[in-house]
């Protein structure tokens, strides 16, 4: 959830505080505690990445395209994917 508000942030007329918590109705301490960090720290491609990486990890855990990996393994991988 953290990162599909991060993404729908990006898409904000103003892209300020105020701007950004109007836009998506929540409130301002909100974006400014969890929203604005994460727009310094990710671009809208990256998240996005992210997002799809979250999903395909979900999937494979699931045993979608993947019928041996570990879970463990899978969580390491998605883990290193977003800090990197």
Known sequence: KAFANL?????????????????MGINPWQVR????PGMR???GVKVMNII?????T???????DNPSTPGGELLKE???????
């Open 52 to 56: 799809h990486a979250i999903r395909r």
């Open 78 to 84: 998605l883990v290193y994917f977003i800090l990197h």
């Open 41 to 43: 720290n990710y671009s």
């Open 7 to 23: 993404m729908v942030s990006y898409y904000a007329p103003t892209k300020t505080e105020n701007g950004i918590a109007q836009w």
């Open 33 to 36: 505690k969890n929203i604005l």
């Open 58 to 64: 979900d999937a494979r855990s699931k045993g979608i």
